[in-house]
């Protein structure tokens, strides 16, 4: 089953953080997929631009209206995802508690499902 893993960061902490320790975790996050992907588990990831480049869609009254910034306020925004292959939500958890950017805020498991 697949599992979409959205990791959460604090953007503040994150760029306080010395810039060796940030290019570490990055260095780290490259091979911790490249972990998955021998043990068969990876489906694709990607890190996205911080929150502050976020435009959120909102429907009311039949249409959308853009509002910049993220759609839920929050301390911490997704700062990138995984989606990995997995036999069930116990091994999907194992896998997401290594992933390095999550030392920085948190990761959402969260099984996907298939429509139509």
Excluded: W
């Excluded at 902490?13 to 588990?41: M, N, Q, V, W």
């Excluded at 039949?62 to 997995?86: C, H, L, N, W």
Aim: charged share 30%.
């Amino acid at each position: 089953m697949k599992y979409m893993c959205l990791i959460y960061i604090d953007e503040e902490l994150y760029s306080a953080l010395p810039a060796e320790t940030r290019k570490r975790c990055e260095i780290e996050s490259i091979a911790y997929d490249e972990t998955l992907r021998k043990s068969g588990h990876y489906c694709t990831s990607d890190a996205l631009a911080s929150a502050r480049m976020a435009t959120s869609l909102r429907h009311e009254n039949g249409r959308f209206s853009p509002t910049d910034g993220p759609y839920a306020e929050t301390k911490e925004q997704v700062a990138g995802f995984v989606m990995i292959d997995a036999k069930d939500l116990d091994e999907a958890l194992r896998i997401a508690e290594k992933f390095p950017g999550a030392r920085f805020g948190g990761v959402e498991v969260r099984p996907v499902i298939q429509i139509g």
